[in-house]
């Protein structure tokens, strides 16, 4: 019998949606988006009214809570796909990096576009899209759309992102989410990260090479 291999990408899948079914169990789905989601008022108010983990613990925590079967079937396939051929080329470490600064940046950037907003902001989809970036860049094939090798290239990144957001948005009304938000601005921060992340992080990989 073959064992489940033990990849960066198949542990980060595995505890997300084992933190789902979790909290789906317990009945505490809600209260898990409140005290794990990334909330951008926080980090201007002293205190919450209700029990949560610090504030910059939560970018990270985030990516834990998903509004849905749908939104974490969705976001894993995804992510289990992308993240075994980066895992491939940037290594264990490099996945793991890029993970944890794509759910960051995906914070940043929403906090600048709502920075008093309330709704929590759920899901891994801010992290996945820096391993969709850095797979854009690692795999993508550009077509010849112009004469500009270059060019082609980003103009097939950016059809990838653009793609990306369309199918989130999809999701995110197939699931009839409620009360938290799948925002844009965070899969737009998560996806850039990827793409300035992928080459030093390749760099760095094969540094002994």
């Known amino acids: 019998m073959q064992r489940f291999p033990r990849t960066a990408t198949n542990i980060i899948a595995a505890l997300t949606a084992a933190a789902w079914l979790i909290a789906l169990a317990l009945g505490q789905s809600d209260r898990a988006a409140y005290a794990l989601g990334f909330i951008p008022a926080r980090f201007s108010l002293p205190s919450t009214p209700f029990p949560a983990v610090p504030a910059f613990l939560t970018p990270l925590t985030a990516t834990l809570v998903h509004g849905g079967l749908i939104h974490l079937g969705f976001n894993l ?84 992102m653009v793609s990306w957001l369309v199918l989130q948005l999809m999701m995110g009304w197939l699931g009839n989410q409620q009360g938290f938000l799948l925002a844009t601005p965070a899969h737009v921060g998560g996806f850039a990260a990827g793409l300035l992340l992928q080459r030093p992080l390749l760099l760095w990989h094969y540094r002994k090479a």
């Open 77 to 160: 396939l995804i992510f289990v796909w992308c993240g075994a051929m980066v895992e491939r080329v940037l290594g264990a470490v490099g996945l793991v990096v890029m993970y944890v600064v794509g759910a960051y940046a995906a914070a940043a950037a929403q906090f600048f576009a709502s920075p008093h907003a309330i709704v929590p902001v759920i899901g891994a989809s801010g992290a996945i899209s820096a391993v969709i970036g850095a797979y854009a860049l690692s795999f993508g094939r550009a077509r010849a759309f112009t004469s500009n090798l270059r060019l082609n290239r980003w103009i097939n990144v950016a059809w990838l």
